[in-house]
């Protein structure tokens, strides 16, 4: 489990759909610090890969998201896992990632069946825990636990810019420290 590269990354926004708005409790907090990710990404060159489940019935990605994806593509799904759509794994590929940051919900059905392929299938996964959420807390705390003796790797949206970056004389430091606060 290595240091998070930039030129190695990629960073997967799982159904972070407006249809669970009124459902999950911290929602709207995920989703702005999910946007931040996004944000994040994009100034440190990582690119980001956007899933939705079912977007007929469980609507768009939510709008502070949206707002920040610049053209991104955003993959439509109907299976629990991203990997179980071949576009996912295509832009993985074409992006030539092996590590993937993974934010998203619901923590315990889409994100862990997510993280649990794509450990299976060779990548290193980094769960940004401040970033993933489900309706019942207690099911986030589950999924984690199971995902850890998996291989994920435990992180967080500060943590993983920082270690994007390296260090204090990047280039994108001003602008990631700003984008944090």
Same mark, same amino acid.
């Given at each position: ?58 609507? #768009?990605? @939510?709008?502070? *998201?949206?707002? $920040? +994806? ?8 109907? =299976?629990?896992? !991203? ?64 995902? #850890?003796? @998996?291989?994920? *790797?435990?992180? $967080? +949206? ?8 390296? =260090?204090?004389? !990047? ?11």
């Amino acid at each position: 489990m290595g240091k998070l590269q930039p030129e190695r990354a990629a960073l997967a926004v799982i159904d972070m759909q407006e249809g669970f708005r009124a459902v999950i409790p911290d929602f709207d907090a995920v989703a702005a610090r999910i946007a931040k990710a996004v944000q994040g990404a994009h100034l440190l060159n990582v690119p980001v890969v956007v899933t939705e489940q079912y977007p007929r019935g469980l609507k #768009q990605t @939510a709008a502070e *998201i949206r707002g $920040c +994806l610049n053209g991104v593509a955003v993959l439509e799904k109907m =299976t629990f896992s !991203s990997c179980g759509i071949e576009a996912f794994g295509s832009e993985l590929r074409g992006r030539q990632a092996r590590q993937v940051l993974v934010c998203g919900i619901e923590a315990h059905i889409c994100v862990t069946q997510t993280a649990l392929d794509l450990i299976e299938e060779g990548y290193e996964v980094h769960l940004l825990v401040d970033c993933i959420t489900s309706r019942d807390p207690r099911s986030k705390e589950i999924a984690l636990a199971r995902l #850890q003796p @998996a291989g994920a *790797i435990v992180s $967080c +949206l500060e943590m993983a810019l920082f270690e994007l970056m390296s =260090t204090a004389e !990047s280039p994108q430091f001003k602008a990631v420290q700003a984008l944090i606060r």
